[in-house]
């Protein structure tokens, strides 16, 4: 890990001391010479410069910015220091508490509030060790872990949600979310708490995440209901981007194409105003909803959509519509195997691809069956590209749900149109009477 990964500008502070004392002014050029000298002694002199810094917090009479300033450094040269030696981590994390100790002082609660709010922002954006990253965190709720606290409480642990997110811890993502409900969610009889359903929507969004990677489909629509009862939440419209994605792709496996659709495009405008990048993402599932609801509308044709008409993504979502329109099967296909990556990587697209297609190759076979009486499976597998077996599934299926009026004739591996097939039995019959009468002569 790099110093730069934890560089801070040391920002000044102003304070409201109680100057008339000469000796308190004396003390605090004679701290700020001190921190200043420490901070010049890091590239040369580490350890000197740890017992500088040392010296600061322990000179100082009474809490003040120097002391903060101190304890912020200290903390960032053991950040540096903590790749994994157990001993390096245990200075880091009493460096650490002392830094948040300065959050029971109202003239440097908001400098050290601050200071590790954007400590914590680094390690959880940086590549450092899970193990450590998680000890200054649980560090961190020890110390909140306070009635008049509880609000900074509340948005470290939803910090930290975020971190085993990203990480794909979902066991320790589930216990994060499980605390935060413990404290934001309303008790019987209880007025709803503005700021606490905020928190609380929060909460939802990061379950919702956690319930869509491990796919638990049941979860998600418990989740997403309750999210639509919490009127009294105003939240990030990142938050209610990742709500109503939730909501659009429940309706689209649930085949509520409006609902869906309308969800869809409620999620698409709150991650654009966020300027979230799975806006892109949300706009490939409204097309897909269109494609799925058999819309002749171009869902993504509107003025808020259009700026985006031109993303390489777009541009594949709406070449592989305009084939579904056309129900050009083979240039579906073909979009598909010009674009994987961007049609294909995400799991839930590429489900109901697989489901459009299939949509799309029974309207084709359909349209061909009914140009003939009789016509070779072969020459059917030739004309789509599928397999045999495929093709012979797909006619058996579209005879069963009564789609094709016919048979398949397992001997000479034909489809046989009923028409086609009752001459045939009524020539046989005939033929069979003929020769009861010759029989009988």
């Known amino acids: 890990m790099s110093d730069d990964d934890f560089m801070f500008d040391d920002v000044d502070y102003d304070y409201d001391y109680d100057n008339s004392d000469g000796n308190m002014t004396d003390l605090g050029f004679a701290l700020e010479e001190a921190y200043n000298e420490a901070k010049s002694l890091r590239e040369s002199d580490m350890v000197a410069a740890i017992a500088k810094f040392h010296q600061v917090l322990e000179d100082e009479s009474e809490p003040g910015e120097w002391g903060v300033k101190a304890a912020k450094q200290l903390v960032r040269i053991y950040l540096q220091r903590a790749g994994g030696e ?28 601050k200071t590790f709010n954007d400590l914590l922002d680094q390690v959880t954006k940086s590549d450092g060790q899970a193990e450590w990253v998680e000890d200054m965190y649980r560090v961190t709720l020890e110390v909140l872990n306070q009635p008049n606290y509880e609000r900074l409480w509340i948005k470290t642990q939803l910090r930290l949600g975020k971190f085993w997110l990203n990480r794909g811890d979902y066991p320790k993502l589930y216990q994060v979310t499980r605390q935060l409900h413990q404290v934001c969610d309303p008790t ?161 697209i590429a489900e109901r691809i697989d489901v459009i297609a299939h949509s799309l190759i029974r309207y084709e076979l359909k349209q061909t069956l009914g140009a003939y009486r009789r016509i070779t499976l072969h020459r059917l597998a030739c004309q789509t590209g599928l397999t045999l077996e495929t093709v012979q599934a797909l006619v058996t299926e579209m005879i069963i749900d009564g789609e094709v009026s016919g048979t398949i004739d397992q001997e000479l591996r034909e489809y046989v149109a009923n028409d086609e097939q009752s001459e045939a039995q009524m020539s046989l019959t005939e033929l069979l009477a003929n020769l009861l009468q010759f029989a009988n002569k």
Request: negative net charge.
């Open 86 to 113: 157990t001993e390096e981590k245990g200075e880091l994390l009493r460096e650490y508490r002392g830094l948040l100790g300065y959050l029971e002082y109202p003239a440097t609660r908001s400098d050290a509030e």
């Open 188 to 348: 019987d009889g209880e007025s709803p708490d503005h700021l606490k359903s905020n928190y609380l929507m929060e909460t939802y969004a990061l379950e919702i995440q956690l319930y869509t990677a491990i796919d638990q489909l049941q979860n998600l629509k418990s989740i997403y209901h309750q999210c639509i009862k919490l009127q009294s939440a105003i939240s990030h419209p990142q938050i209610m981007g990742v709500v109503y994605e939730c909501g659009g792709k429940l309706h689209l496996v649930e085949g509520n194409w409006t609902q869906a659709q309308t969800d869809l495009f409620e999620a698409f405008k709150n991650y654009d105003e966020a300027g979230d990048h799975r806006r892109i993402k949300v706009l490939k599932y409204l097309a897909l909803a269109g494609m799925l609801s058999h819309s002749s509308i171009d869902l993504l044709d509107s003025p808020e959509t259009r700026p985006y008409r031109n993303h390489p993504e777009i541009i594949d979502i709406n070449r592989l519509a305009q084939a579904y329109q056309d129900k050009d099967y083979t240039r579906f296909r073909t979009v598909i195997s010009q674009s994987q990556d961007t049609l294909l990587s995400d799991p839930f």
